[in-house]
């Protein structure tokens, strides 16, 4: 079974650009999750998909960011325009069912600096 | 507020010794708990989770971790570390906030040394 697939691995691009990501979950999970990562800490949720519809975007940044997955399969996050405290590991995760409890498989992240 | 604390940032272990990693969390209610290790490279991978039950987890890797209510703390264990457990550890937990949340710890980074 593939796992989450997710690109590019890595970014670099210059504060006020715009970036975008992309995951692909493994097959047939309904959950879709994107979490930021930043150096030293742990992931902090930015937005949950239930199939295509948004359950929980309470801690994106709506100001520069947005996500979305049309399909209910594959998803984009995208910022624009970036700010050097974007910088991060941006990783996506999904589950089989809508529990939050249930394990959540994680793609590698993409590595995204901004200079 | 809800949190999960890791209060150690990084252990250094001989190989072949045991280790214990640390986590405390603040719920009012029983949490869902989870240990995840994060490679170098890699995305984060579940060690073990705890429900309800059995207090004591075992998990994959010779890993194992257990649930204690009067302390608020769910610290993993292994009896005898392998340089290839050089990673970091993240201990979470499930708010159950309408639909259910998992919230990470900062992580335990781990080296191993021969």
């Known amino acids: 079974e593939a796992g989450v697939a997710q690109s590019p691995r890595y970014k670099i691009i210059e504060k006020r650009q715009s970036v975008a990501f992309w995951c692909n979950p493994i097959?047939?999970?309904?959950?879709l999750y994107w979490y930021q990562q930043i150096l030293g800490q742990g992931p902090k949720l930015l937005i949950q998909?239930?199939?295509?519809?948004?359950?929980?975007d309470s801690q994106l940044p709506k100001d520069r960011f947005s996500a979305e997955r049309l399909k209910g399969v594959d998803s984009t996050l995208k910022i624009q325009p970036a700010k050097l405290e974007d910088s991060a590991v941006y990783l996506c995760?999904?589950?089989?069912?809508?529990?939050?409890?249930?394990?959540?498989?994680f793609g590698p992240g993409t590595r995204l600096t901004v200079l | 507020a809800q949190s999960v604390t890791q209060p150690d940032i990084h252990i250094t272990v001989s190989e072949g010794a045991s280790l214990e990693l640390r986590c405390n969390y603040s719920?009012?209610?029983?949490?869902?708990l989870f240990w995840y290790v994060q490679s170098p490279g890699q995305g984060l991978q579940l060690l073990l989770k705890?429900?309800?039950?059995?207090?004591l987890v075992q998990g994959i890797k010779g890993f194992e971790a257990e649930f204690k209510r009067s302390q608020s703390s769910f610290n993993l264990r292994k009896p005898s570390v392998h340089w290839s457990d050089a990673a970091e550890y993240f201990c979470?937990?499930?708010?159950?906030?309408?639909?259910?949340?998992?919230?990470f710890g900062t992580g335990t980074r781990l080296l191993v040394s021969p």
């Open positions: 998909f239930q199939n295509n519809g948004v359950v929980d």
């Open positions: 705890y429900f309800s039950g059995d207090t």
């Open positions: 995760a999904s589950t089989p069912t809508r529990g939050g409890h249930d394990e959540q498989f």
């Open positions: 097959s047939g999970h309904a959950t």
């Open positions: 719920y009012g209610a029983t949490p869902y």
């Open positions: 979470a937990v499930v708010l159950n906030t309408g639909f259910q949340k998992l919230v």
